[in-house]
């Protein structure tokens, strides 16, 4: 248990909705990324928040979005969903958010759109 | 284009057995990471290089970085079943000093009884 916590851990919906992940960072930890894994594109880098700022943002589609709440908590939101957005979508936490930190990963959210 | 090159994709080998996993690059990065990952789970941290020409050994593990900071391998001696899985390259240090990881494509391992 990386102490990430994802939910929810299964979500099936259909072209076009509007989907919110949602992820808890390890106790202590100031920064969270977002990443998308899937079979032909591999575990891509979407963003990262650091204490509630954007701090990188990676290949993220204008449909998605995230942000970063004052208890660290965040949250990935995608929009007018496609069939391609079907993926497995991580959140992993780190503390300070620099290139030196370890990142430790939640569970995933598998996303299924039909 | 992929900035990590993972190699090889698959690999399906028997107990006992060595077996080196490549991950290359032209781009230099301020470290390099490796993940296994179970199905169903998150990547997790196996280890960290930092310093170029550095080795590092986890057990039967033994990590490389280049010396130019832009490849690295990962060598498992005596592979046993219980090291099946996805393994992942990754470089830190691409987009100044943030945490964005770049990711090689994977290397899926089974280890045969």
């Known amino acids: 248990d990386s102490g990430v916590t994802q939910t929810p851990k299964h979500l099936i919906t259909a072209t076009g909705q509007r989907v919110t992940l949602r992820c808890s960072p390890r106790s202590g930890d100031l920064s969270v990324y977002w990443y998308q894994q899937s079979l032909d594109q591999g575990l891509q880098f979407l963003i990262q928040y650091y204490n509630g700022e954007e701090r990188a943002k990676g290949n993220i589609l204008e449909r998605f979005s995230a942000q970063q709440f004052p208890d660290l908590h965040s949250e990935l939101n995608l929009s007018s969903l496609e069939l391609g957005d079907s993926a497995l979508y991580f959140c992993?936490?780190?503390?300070?958010?620099?290139?030196?930190?370890?990142?430790?990963f939640g569970p995933g959210t598998r996303l299924t759109v039909l | 284009t992929q900035l990590l090159e993972q190699s090889p994709q698959f690999l399906s080998i028997q107990e006992g057995e060595n077996l080196t996993v490549y991950c290359n690059s032209s781009?230099?990065?301020?470290?390099l990471q490796w993940y296994r990952q179970e199905p169903g789970e998150g990547p997790v941290l196996l280890v960290t290089?930092?310093?170029?020409?550095e080795v590092k050994k986890l057990k039967r593990l033994t990590f490389q970085f280049g010396d130019a900071r832009k490849d690295s391998s990962l060598h498992i001696t005596a592979a046993q079943p219980g090291d099946t899985g996805l393994y992942l390259c990754?470089?830190?240090?691409?987009?100044?000093?943030?945490?964005?990881?770049?990711f090689g494509q994977g290397t899926t391992l089974q280890v045969k009884p």
């Open positions: 781009s230099v990065f301020s470290s």
């Open positions: 290089v930092v310093t170029g020409g």
């Open positions: 992993a936490s780190s503390v300070v958010g620099l290139a030196a930190d370890t990142q430790y």
């Open positions: 990754a470089g830190a240090g691409l987009s100044g000093n943030t945490g964005k990881l770049i």
